[in-house]
């Protein structure tokens, strides 16, 4: 699964980790992806969405089913 949000396009962040001593090493910062199921009534079935935490909360404020007009504008399919 990649760590991208379907919803918001949030990606992995990269940067350096600075110990005590000042030696600096790289890291990735991760977003918290999960893999979630949501019910669109209009055409009677679920659809799986890889979604950020964020994301679910912009689907929680904007309704499933703007958000997959969205995204498939986009041009993504789902």
């Known amino acids: ?4 949000c379907q919803v918001t396009g949030r990606k992995p962040e990269f940067g350096k980790t600075v110990s005590h001593s000042h030696r600096r ?4 910062w991760n977003p918290n ?16 969405l890889n ?3 964020k994301g679910m909360k912009v689907i929680d404020r904007d309704g499933i089913e703007s958000v997959v007009a969205k995204i498939r504008a986009r041009g993504e399919k789902i």
């Open 1 to 4: 699964m990649s760590a991208i």
């Open 25 to 28: 090493h790289s890291r990735r």
């Open 33 to 48: 992806i999960q893999r979630k199921r949501y019910y669109l009534p209009s055409e009677g079935r679920t659809i799986t």
């Open 51 to 53: 979604v950020s935490v």
